[in-house]
Nanobody, 124 residues
Framework: QVQLVESGGGLVQAGGSLRLSCAASGRTFSRDAMGWFRQAPGKEREFVAAISWSGGSTYYADSVKGRFTISRDNAKNTVYLQMNSLKPEDTAVYYC?????????????????WGQGTQVTVSS
């Protein structure tokens, strides 16, 4: 069974940091592009960051550029999202996703596998 399991979410004050992890199992993800998306209450799911299978290419939404860093450890089948200088508007459920086609896409349509999400709440 293919699974993506996010962890590391929680409650943090504005200006603080969190590190999200996404552990993949059930198949090898080392050739997949991986992405993070988020969905705030009453809003559509939006792209946050993506990384190529090798980790050599990354892409970020403008709203998180310079504050968030995506990385991966293929030996551990895990992708990370380091979030610094968090703002209340970063509050959302964060989802990990895998694109078996290897495209570093910003649209959710490119991604085949999704995790259940982890809640991130940033207080002001």
């Amino acid at each position: 069974q293919v699974q993506l399991v996010e962890s590391g979410g929680g409650l943090v004050q504005a200006g603080g940091s969190l590190r999200l992890s996404c552990a993949a199992s059930g198949r090898t993800f080392s050739r997949d592009a991986m992405g993070w998306f988020r969905q705030a209450p009453g809003k559509e799911r939006e792209f946050v960051a993506a990384i190529s299978w090798s980790g050599g290419s990354t892409y970020y939404a403008d709203s998180v550029k310079g504050r968030f860093t995506i990385s991966r450890d293929n030996a551990k089948n895990t992708v990370y999202l380091q979030m610094n200088s968090l703002k209340p508007e970063d509050t959302a459920v964060y989802y990990c996703a895998a694109d078996s086609g290897g495209t570093i896409g910003t649209g959710s349509i490119w991604y085949d596998y999704w995790g259940q999400g982890t809640q991130v709440t940033v207080s002001s």
